[in-house]
């Protein structure tokens, strides 16, 4: 049996007086397709931090791609996350460079690449997003949406083994989104990457991954088939992708004086 791509195990992290992540554990496969979801601050994109070795757990082991994370140095991370593809929630977007040269980023730090293959791929993928004749903008002067798809075009341009996608259809239309969706769908099935997507369309989301793992106030309390996550065994689970007001997850909440945001 093949190791894992990734593997998360008892993992904790704190902010201040806030547990943020009593004890997670996650695993991904080779080429599996996980999507992330729970309520807001509740620490989903901490973990995708944790994965790429940007943020030290305060407890716990994490191995990525054959390679343990925790208590690595920055240079002795950069080989792995070369083989990693992140999409920031907050863009990550270098300001001071173009829309192009944002994209072709991944591509120079991996080197081995001719400057007109790096133009030729980094055309590829900004065609992909719809974002043709954008290649000399520097990010200040896009849009919201128009900053998530570069990042997706740079999270993507390189062909990762791995690739954490942390909310890739925010702040998108519905026709959009679909669009970026089945891109980044045909992305998987060539290239065979191992996919974490962290996403509060779960909807959307539900028709891209295989599973979805749902966090809640410092676990992993669900993980099940993506297919079926509306119908989902665990009460909290189905009255939070449902978005219903009134059930088991608001008398938590209540109880615990917890509030998202």
Not at 144 to 149: I, L, V, W, Y
Not at 212 to 215: E, G, S, T, V
């Given at each position: 049996m093949s190791e894992p791509a990734v593997l998360v195990r008892d993992v904790f992290k704190r902010y201040g007086r806030?547990?943020?992540l009593s004890?997670?554990?996650l695993a991904l496969e080779p080429g599996a397709r996980l999507g992330l979801i729970g309520p807001a601050a509740t620490g989903k994109s901490v973990i995708a931090k944790l994965i790429c070795g940007l943020e030290e757990p305060d407890r716990g082991d994490i191995r990525v791609l054959g390679e343990d994370v925790v208590g690595k140095r920055e240079v002795q991370l950069g080989p792995l996350r070369r083989r990693i593809g992140m999409l920031f929630q907050n863009y990550a977007l270098f300001d001071f460079l173009t829309v192009e040269r944002n994209v072709a980023f991944p591509l120079e730090q991996r080197g081995g690449?001719?400057?007109d293959a790096i133009a030729a791929r980094v055309a590829e993928r900004l065609k992909a997003v719809g974002l043709s004749g954008s290649e000399q903008k520097l990010t200040g002067e896009l849009s919201?949406?128009?900053?998530?798809?570069v990042g997706i075009a740079r999270a993507t341009v390189a062909d990762a083994e791995l690739v954490i996608y942390d909310e890739p259809t925010a702040g998108l239309d519905p026709v959009t989104t679909q669009k970026i969706y089945d891109l980044l769908t045909a992305d998987q099935l060539r290239t065979k990457a191992t996919v974490l997507a962290i996403s509060s369309d779960v909807v959307a989301l539900a028709g891209f991954v295989d599973e979805?793992?749902?966090?809640y106030q410092g676990h992993i309390i669900y993980r099940g088939p993506a297919a079926t996550i509306a119908d989902a065994p665990d009460p909290l689970v189905r009255q939070f992708v449902r978005g219903e007001l009134?059930?088991?997850l608001e008398d938590v909440r209540k109880a615990t004086g917890e509030r998202d945001g």
């Open positions: 806030r547990d943020v004890g997670v554990s690449m001719e400057a919201g949406g128009m900053k998530k798809r979805i793992a749902f966090l009134e059930g088991p």
